[in-house]
Nanobody
């Protein structure tokens, strides 16, 4: 019973930046590792990044490493994804998710948001 709502998506030219937000309600996100995923038509949902409960540990997919940054503000019950140097291949619906497991690459996520569209034009 955690509700997650993503926002901040939009249309941006290649090389630009966007900052996505994931607002949680129902429970504090302090109990959860928080991740971002993305999905395009015809492809499986792809792991992007995850952050530990306290924000100390972060993991990134190789495709976004050095360009994207995940952060969290537990007091605001919000997780962020700063996306810089955007490429057309970053175009996708981006989803926020919460996991009751310790942070890792292949952990199970218990709650998912509805997603926000990110479109990068060339």
């Amino acid at each position: 019973q955690v509700q997650l709502v993503e926002s901040g998506g939009g249309l941006v030219q290649a090389g630009g930046s966007l900052r996505l937000s994931c607002a949680a309600s129902g429970r504090t996100i302090r109990s959860y590792a928080m991740g971002w995923f993305r999905q395009t038509l015809g492809k499986e949902r792809e792991f992007v990044t995850v952050i530990s409960r306290t924000g100390v540990v972060r993991y990134y997919a190789d495709s976004v490493k050095g360009r994207f940054t995940i952060s969290r503000d537990n007091a605001k019950n919000t997780v962020y994804l700063q996306m810089n140097s955007l490429k057309p291949e970053d175009t996708a619906v981006y989803y926020c998710a919460a996991s009751g497991q310790a942070v890792g690459i292949g952990i199970k996520y218990d709650y998912w948001g509805q997603g926000t569209q990110v479109t990068i034009s060339s």
